[in-house]
T-cell receptor
Framework: EAGVTQSPTHLIKTRGQQATLRCSPI?????VYWYQQALGLGLQFLLW???????NRGNFPPRFSGRQFPNYSSELNVNALELEDSALYLC?????????????????FGSGTRLTVV | DQQVKQNSPSLSVQEGRISILNCDYT??????FLWYKKYPAEGPTFLIS?????DKNEDGRFTVFLNKSAKHLSLHIVPSQPGDSAVYFC?????????FGPGTRLSVLP
């Protein structure tokens, strides 16, 4: 079973530009989560998509946005890049949640995209 | 306001001894808890989980303990091995949303 794949693995952008990060979930998984891990910090929740809709977003400005496609893959877009946006961006996927299905709680992470803003 | 806290940013343990990583949460709606391990430049990998109906779950060298009244959980690794050196994240879920703690960096010294 292929895992969660993210592309590109590394991305270098100039301040003010836009970045697009992509995530392909595990086959059969309908939920995609995006997290930011800045240097020395924990995992900060960015966005949650499920069945093509945004279900929740973390405490990030509107220039962080995304979408989920019919095949459940997802894009994260960061507009007007700032130096402090430099971080590891992680995507995770999960099967559709079902009450009582304990095995369904955990999700699987990709290896991340390292975004560097210069 | 952090809903999931890991108050020790780092921990050093001698090889062969026990490693104890702690996690506290504030939201009583959380009913499922997970531990993830992360190496540099890799995504976190799932280690072990526990639901709120249990107070202990074991998987090999890893045991997670949950104290619901204290809103506290801990991960015990015994015996600790150098390959266990990584950042450990505690996560809590209410079934839909996941909240991660800031992580604890474990260093197992040979």
């Amino acid at each position: 079973e292929a895992g969660v794949t993210q592309s590109p693995t590394h991305l270098i952008k100039t301040r003010g530009q836009q970045a697009t990060l992509r995530c392909s979930p595990i086959s059969g998984h309908t939920s995609v989560y995006w997290y930011q891990q800045a240097l020395g910090l924990g995992l900060q929740f960015l966005l949650w998509y499920d069945e093509g809709e945004e279900r929740n977003r973390g405490n990030f400005p509107p220039r962080f946005s995304g979408r989920q496609f019919p095949n459940y893959s997802s894009e994260l877009n960061v507009n007007a890049l700032e130096l402090e946006d430099s971080a590891l961006y992680l995507c995770a996927s999960r099967r559709k949640w079902a009450a009582g299905d304990e095995d369904n709680y955990g999700y699987t992470f990709g290896s991340g995209t390292r975004l560097t803003v210069v | 306001d952090q809903q999931v806290k890991q108050n020790s940013p780092s921990l050093s343990v001698q090889e062969g001894r026990i490693s104890i990583l702690n996690c506290d949460y504030t939201n009583s709606m959380f009913d499922y808890f997970l531990w993830y391990k992360k190496y540099p430049a890799e995504g976190p990998t799932f280690l072990i989980s526990i639901s709120s109906i249990k107070d202990k779950n074991e998987d090999g060298r890893f045991t997670v303990f949950l104290n619901k009244s204290a809103k506290h959980l801990s991960l015990h690794i015994v015996p600790s091995q150098p390959g266990d050196s990584a950042v450990y994240f505690c996560a809590a879920s209410d079934g839909q949303n996941f909240v991660f703690g800031p992580g604890t960096r474990l260093s197992v010294l040979p």
